[in-house]
């Protein structure tokens, strides 16, 4: 809504004096040059005395535009109300990654706007910006989204799918979907240079030094409702080596998988150099290792990426975990809405971010770890260390710390239980709102504490964790 103020305008005295002096001297001489020149006088002298200019606090242009928001693939341009001073923005979660975003926003030029366009905001909900100037006051605009979410595609009956043998992706936009895949000696689904391929609805059972899908340069690639288990897993401990991931991508941007069940393998979900990826609805069992594998998802060298809506459950007598969730040389991810169960590595911890400003790190420091619950952790629960900063630990919740032998004989957490680490770090890193219930070592909750920015938990609450993601691939003949 435009507001504008108008001033009252008062007649120069000093001016009325000189044209009573003047005028007479202006009927003798040339009258229609020198009254031209005696209305610039005064009309410049009135503008110098009586004009203030007045700002208009009004957004005129608000859009989210890609090429200031790694991960977001097309630009959002948001509709204006003046009336209401509202402003409506569509956010389409398949074309984005993350929902922390840059808007660019049009105001007059003596006006500015609070907070700092510069600052990614949360359009996971309204937010709110003031235009403000020296001599009109302030107005305020709310952005109000409309998050569309992926479509859930209901996952068909396992006596829907069709047996079949290992898939090789020959072409641009080919859709693997229904099928059944058993390998021994060859990766289940392998996809190379080729772009816009979609596996859907698919149950892979791998075995051997191979991987349940293996991709590289294959942009804009789906994974969706699909469960993929190394089967022939020992009765517990890690597999024979790292090398027997789940899903394994290389050099591949805007990826997505959803709703998609990983079990048993050396590492869930792989990523090397794989920017703007979305994972959602991610179920995890028992990640099998051995060092350097052992985490449900792990992001190698990557530029942003969405994790939101997972869980992991891992047996202490099973599992071989490393790190669960691990950010290495990579910025820029949003870890949200989890659930972590089990860690037995005596150096591994729930989160990690570590290495951002290495050789070989992509993206610069940052990230965000937000409403994920952690369960049976001993090495800690969530770090950003060696080089990595400007990470946020937002509503984090922690219980049942473990103390003593961690599993299968592995020894004791080499941090004495330590919940929270920043050593090493570049700074700007924040504990929001976190809690930790009855840890085990009460007087080792963060270290170093003068490494975090904020910290603010509190240790004296009970919690009911999060409920893990369940999805069903099986049904009977009737359903």
Request: charged share 20%.
């Amino acid at each position: 809504m435009v507001k504008t103020i108008l001033k009252p305008m008062y007649f120069n005295t000093s001016i009325l004096f000189l044209m009573v002096l003047v005028l007479p001297l202006l009927q003798l001489g040339s009258c229609s040059s020198d009254y031209d020149i005696l209305s610039e006088i005064i009309i410049n002298d009135t503008l110098a005395e009586d004009e203030t200019f007045i700002s208009t606090l009004q957004i005129t242009n608000f859009s989210i535009q890609s090429n200031d928001n790694i991960g977001l693939n097309t630009d959002i341009i948001g509709v204006i109300d003046e009336e209401k001073n509202l402003i409506y923005v569509e956010i389409d979660t398949n074309n984005i990654s993350t929902l922390q975003l840059k808007p660019n926003i049009t105001v007059d030029s003596t006006s500015t706007v609070e907070p700092d366009t510069d600052t990614p905001q949360d359009f996971s909900e309204e937010v709110t910006y003031t235009v403000t100037s020296d001599t009109s006051g302030e107005e305020n605009y709310t952005v109000v989204p409309t998050i569309t979410e992926p479509e859930i595609v209901e996952t068909p009956c396992t006596n829907s799918r069709q047996e079949s043998s290992p898939i090789v992706v020959t072409e641009n936009n080919q859709r693997i979907e229904n099928l059944h895949i058993k390998t021994s000696n060859q990766h289940g689904i392998e996809v190379n240079g080729f772009t816009g391929v979609v596996i859907s609805n698919c149950i892979i059972e791998y075995t051997g030094a191979y991987m349940g899908i293996k991709f590289a340069e294959a942009d804009n690639l789906t994974i969706e409702n699909c469960s993929i288990k190394y089967t022939n897993a020992p009765s517990s401990g890690p597999l024979p080596d790292a090398t027997r991931n789940c899903i394994e991508g290389l050099y591949t941007e805007n990826l997505v998988i959803t709703h998609v069940k990983v079990e048993d393998g050396s590492t869930g979900i792989r990523l090397d150099q794989c920017d703007a990826s979305v994972l959602t609805y991610i179920e995890g069992h028992n990640m099998r290792g051995p060092f350097p594998r052992g985490q449900l998802v792990q992001y190698d060298k990557c530029i942003g990426g969405l994790l939101e809506n997972f869980s992991v459950i891992n047996d202490r007598d099973v599992a071989w975990t490393e790190d669960n969730i691990s950010i290495y040389k990579s910025a820029g991810q949003q870890i949200k809405k989890g659930l972590i169960v089990g860690n037995n590595s005596p150096s591994g911890v729930g989160v990690m971010f570590e290495d951002q400003n290495t050789e070989g790190a992509r993206g610069g420091t940052g990230g965000l770890v937000e409403d994920v619950d952690f369960l049976q952790m001993g090495n800690g629960v969530a770090s950003s260390v060696e080089g990595s900063g400007n990470v946020t630990f937002n509503r984090l919740r922690a219980k049942q710390i473990i103390c003593g032998e961690l599993g299968q004989g592995r020894g004791l957490p080499a941090s004495n239980s330590l919940i929270f680490a920043a050593f090493e770090t570049s700074g700007g890193n924040k504990i929001i709102d976190c809690l930790v219930y009855e840890s085990c070592n009460p007087t080792n909750i963060i270290w170093p504490e003068y490494s975090f920015e904020l910290v603010d938990y509190s240790d004296d609450i009970d919690f009911e964790p999060r409920s893990p993601i369940i999805l069903n691939f099986n049904c009977t003949s009737n359903d």
